[in-house]
Each structure stands twice: as C-alpha cells, then as structure tokens.
C-alpha cells in the first residue's frame, strides 16, 4: 500500500470551529488531492496539489483552504465548519498527473 | 471527460472468475480506463488502467474491446475479501496542467458468495 496517513481518523466537532486536517505521504509524489466522499455525490474533488505551495480548487472548494508547505504533507482546513461539511475525506497521492491516484484510509468528520 | 456506465450489482461465487463489464461509448482516443474499488468504510483502491491493449497486473485483468467502446475487468479468482464496489473511470490523459482529477460514479457492487 501506498504510503499516506491521514489525521484524525475521525473527529466530531460543532459548527463554526475551525477543523484541520492532516494528510502524510512518505512516497515523495508531487501531485496530492482531497476528495469528500458523500452518498449519493460519489467523490468529489476539494482541492488538489502540484508541487510545495501549488495548490488549485477543485470541483467543491467553497468553505475549503489548503497548504502544502512540504513535499509530504498536505494539509485541509475548515475554516469555519457547517454540518454540509460533515463528510468522509479522502486523501490521494500519484507521481504523474496521468499516473494512478492511490487513496488513503479517509478522516470521517462529524459537524453538529 | 467520457461518462461510463456500469450494472448496480452482480455476485460470483468464491474461486470463479468475476467479469465486471463497463460501457464507455463516447470514450475519446486520449482517453485511459481505470478501474478502482471500495471495500467498506475503506479509501478506494487502485486496480488497473488501460488506453487500448489488454492489461494484467497481480490484481486482475483489463480487456478492451477493439472499438474502445466498452471494456471488462475480470478478477480471475474471486475470493470474500474481493466483495466492494468496483468503479470504471475514464479520463483523459493530459499533456499540459495539473488537473486531473478521477470522477467517480455510482459503480457496480460485487458480492463474492462461499
């Protein structure tokens, strides 16, 4: 498996706190992405990363920021959490914008 | 990019191969076909990709019709850990730009009997 770790694995939080989360590579991929993952919407695209501070906006990046200020992480913050944003997030890593994308294990967060 | 259609379902029994056939009719000529799955409350999981030859790797097999219109993943040995929902994908394959996200769809669910 590809080496990315996520953080937290879960979390609850309230509306309106701010909510980072974390995404760890140890395979030195210069492309990185966060998906949420939602029923009936599939995955869809957050932001995604193509190279230490490039970043662009994916598909649903209202409400979204991130910072990639090393090669390894990648990092996702809420800046002000509402519960449409409670989600599972996905983290993925390829080494080539037409190479494989792999996923890691998702952070499943909770807005009340 | 090129949309795919996929059954919602289909079993196979554990041992036998599973054939998981996808449509891809109006797929371009830069376009690859992935395939991913979903094992439950898991990160989706990359199988295999193609853009016109027949693929094999360790996983599974990729078969893709002359026509590029439709292909078929075939898991040659079907075990209870391989039940998840497997996704086609097609995407193009980008010259320039940094963007190139997978798009996923509903999938088709596999259920692996004993």
């Known amino acids: 498996d590809a080496g990315i770790t996520q953080s937290p694995r879960h979390k609850v939080t309230e509306t309106g706190t701010p909510v980072t989360l974390r995404c760890h590579q140890t395979e030195n991929h210069r492309y990185m992405y966060w998906y949420r993952q939602d029923p009936g919407h599939g995955l869809r695209l957050i932001h995604y990363s193509y190279g230490v501070k490039d970043t662009d906006k994916g598909e649903v990046s209202d409400g979204y920021s991130v910072s990639r200020s090393k090669t390894e992480d990648f990092l996702l913050t809420l800046e002000s959490a509402t519960s449409s944003q409670t989600s599972v997030y996905f983290c993925?890593?390829?080494?080539?914008?037409?190479?494989?994308?792999?996923f890691g294990d998702g952070t499943r967060l909770s807005i009340l | 990019d090129a949309k795919t259609t996929q059954p919602p379902s289909m079993d196979c029994a554990e041992g036998r191969a599973a054939n998981l056939p996808c449509n891809h009719s109006t797929i371009s000529g830069n376009e690859y076909v992935y395939w991913y799955r979903q094992i439950h409350s898991q990160g989706p999981q990359y199988i295999i990709h193609g853009l016109k030859n027949n693929e094999t790797n360790e996983m599974a097999s990729l078969i893709i019709t002359e026509d590029r219109k439709s292909s078929t993943l075939i898991l040659p040995h079907a075990t209870l850990r391989d039940t998840a929902v497997y996704y086609c994908?097609?995407?193009?394959?980008?010259?320039?730009?940094?963007?190139?996200?997978?798009?996923f769809g509903k999938g088709i669910t596999l259920s692996v009997r004993p």
């Open positions: 994908i097609v995407r193009v394959a980008l010259q320039t730009g940094a963007n190139s996200k997978l798009t």
């Open positions: 993925a890593i390829s080494d080539g914008r037409n190479q494989p994308q792999h």
